[in-house]
């Protein structure tokens, strides 16, 4: 079966644009849940999570011009610019098949009428099944 794609188109990226990506969500961004934590990485970011299916996602850079930090565990794969540092978008613990997007990293972010949820990843194994 294919996979009927969104119809609310949005694009991003980092800073210096040599990363850009578009994505394409089932609802408008403003109605999509979106998630502050507070994990040790996520926190001094102030990284905003919008988790969606890998193929809703396509990325119009290289991929060679993102490099990928890894700690602990080593499953997550927080993808970053090579040039500006700026982490638009990477592959979550907790959600193998999705990206998580940075919607500050969407452009016009200041424009969005966002709703955001907290969560609180300091306590990751307790609370993670409450956004799976
Ligand atoms: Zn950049």
């Not at 996979?3 to 188109?9: A, D, L, P, Y």
Request: charged share 20%; hydrophobic share 30%; with cysteine.
């Amino acid at each position: 079966m294919i996979q009927t794609m969104g119809t609310h188109e949005y694009k991003g990226g980092c800073h210096c644009q040599s990363i850009r990506y578009q994505i394409n969500l089932k609802q408008s961004i403003e109605f999509s849940e979106i998630t502050l934590c507070n994990c040790s990485i996520c926190e001094k970011f102030g990284y905003l999570h919008l988790i969606i299916p890998k193929p809703q996602f396509k990325l119009c850079s290289d991929w060679n011009l993102l490099e990928n930090y890894q700690f602990n565990k080593k499953i997550a794969k927080h993808l970053f610019c090579k040039k500006c540092g700026v982490k638009s978008f990477y592959q979550p613990r907790s959600h193998p098949d999705c990206w998580s997007i940075n919607v500050r990293c969407i452009d016009n972010f200041s424009q969005l009428n966002l709703r955001v949820n907290n969560f609180d990843g300091k306590n990751w194994k307790k609370n993670i099944e409450s956004i799976r």
